[in-house]
């Protein structure tokens, strides 16, 4: 196993620490990709609060190269994720200023095809073992590759990161750290030369966390532009950061190399004390701890402006004058002059009384990292990145139509193996329908039993309709937070996902809908034709599919405990105007609009229809009088002996695809709003 040793400073120069990461392997199987520098100047963040604005991220600006691991930073509360989310295109509205991607304009579109966001919660499928996660993101990243390319990616990746004794394993088992790297693992197939991540070392150990960090590390050099925020990292983990941005109360007040941070202190009087972690020092300043110095902070790196390492405010850059980091480099090797100018202008910028003896410890630091950073270089492998951005590259990895196979086969493995949504919900329609079919047994052509039938055609209605619908609400807003991560980085299509996701359960709906019909319509006895069988089954089962769709509305549209709440509140009308509790008639006419509404009004009446109508003989009676025997005067009870049964069935069609279009509008709006 090939280790690079990472040569990490202390803050005196002359003391050396050697760490081996534990994975710094090479990855040579990656599809090209172009290398990306940004670039921001000037950005504001501004939110609505009540009635007034609330400034969050103040006129800032900076640079993050390629081939560096960079760590914003800055106290609970200072915009860390708030810039993390507007450099990632998260999020939009709201925003003001200037963000360049290798010295151009940022198209929001291009750089999201070259980006990966690796949010704090993975959000992870816990039903895929790592195998079954990493070949559907290839599937969908790299779909163009052949079958073996992309296992050799896979291998390769898990090879690196560590995960390749646990490719049989179910997420759900990964530790912390384990999952994090999955994370990771699932964005890398497609190579992203820009990777984002938030707090990646979040609820990890220490250990884990230098795992994690020596990983974005060896991204990093391999040309990647690597970039997370973090909370106050270890003295160890924070000098494997290469650069450091740090936020105060939405404002930069450090900018730089993180060996640059504690010379760069000293000139403006703020000495860290020996054997401190920098990282924390910098924080305490940040906080207030040793007096207000944001201002000053602010002042001398003019708000993220001044880059410390060229010594240049950055717009002062031509353009053509290369933000690509390797250029950097040669810079800082050609000319290390520039390290005491920059030193000068820091001392300009702000505090005419710093002592130049601190300045010059300043270039002394810049000087170092530059020496330190050529021991690096020997070791990047940038082989993987090409020196243009195409001109058009897809939108996707994978065809829309191929996208959707590869997520319905995911979906239909997911319900397989979720004991709730499958087992359960088998085993209550057929429990369910034992218990109707003793209880109703035998009633269907006993005409002193018609009351009761129909209560039984009714609580089919009931019973459909809270199944199909609960368990969509308390498991489609459970995807969101996966659905929410995989489309913003590309994966796929919404459109795509939302097709796949609801034609996946239709075919388990159908079974379980059979099954219960069946079971309960022989049990209790209803006319044993085919056709009416087939009618009453149908009946139901376009029932369930409305339910099922109603409860995909409510699950795109609000979270889990509102939905449980909402949802059987908002379907009592229906249920009262179903024509089972007040017959058409009876109901005033202003309120009987809301039974054209009514699904359950069209399933009910399919099932009686089914049941009563198509000129059905007598019924059988086993005592004196028998008020319903015959079926059509049934039928004049309920107002339905006019009824059409083709016209139901179309209702339940039409509402169908209302109610699907509608939660597919809603997601989107979910997934707009979410950002
Ligand atoms: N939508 C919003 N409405 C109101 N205030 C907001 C909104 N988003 C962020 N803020 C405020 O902006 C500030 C910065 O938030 P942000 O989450 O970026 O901080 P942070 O540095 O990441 O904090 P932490 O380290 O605690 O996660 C906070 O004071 C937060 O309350």
Redesign the pocket.
Known sequence: MATDNLLLKNRSPDVKVQIAPTQPKKLTHLPKRPKVDLAFSNLTYT?R?GKKD?I?LKNVSGRLRSGELCAIM??????????LNILTGYKTEGMNGQILMNNNERDLSQFRKLSAYIMQDNQLHLNLTVDEAMAVAAKLKIGEKKSFEREAIITEILDTLGLLDHRKTMTSGLSGGQKKRLSIALELVSNPPIMFFDEPTSGLDSSSCFQCISLLKTLAKGGRTIIC?I?QPSARLFEMFDQLYT?AD?QCVYQGSTTQLVPFLATLGLQCPSYHNPASYIIEVACGEYGDHTRKLVCAIENGKNDIRDGKSFPELKLNDGLNNSDAYMKENMNTVIANHLAKDTVKNYDKNVNLANAESLGQGIKESVTEKDVEKADVNSTLLESTIPVKQPRYGNSELQQFFIILRRALLFSRRDWTLMYLRLFAHILVGFLIGALYFKIGNDGAKVLSNLGFLFFNMLFLMYTSMTITILSFPLELPVLLKEHFNRWYSLRTYYLAITISDMPFQTIFCVLYVTIVYFMTAQPPEPERYGMFLLACLLVSFVAQSVGLVVGAAMNVQNGVFLAPVMSVPFLLFSGFFVSFDAIPIYLRWITYLSYIRYGFEGTALATYGFNRPRLDCFTKYCHFKVPDTILEELDMNKSSYTIDIVALVVIFFILRISAFLFLKWKLKSNR
Request: glycine letters at 22%; charged letters at 10%; proline letters at 6%.
């Open positions: 939110v609060q609330k969050i800055g106290p609970s509360g200072a915009g860390k994720s708030t810039l925020t909370h936020l939405g």
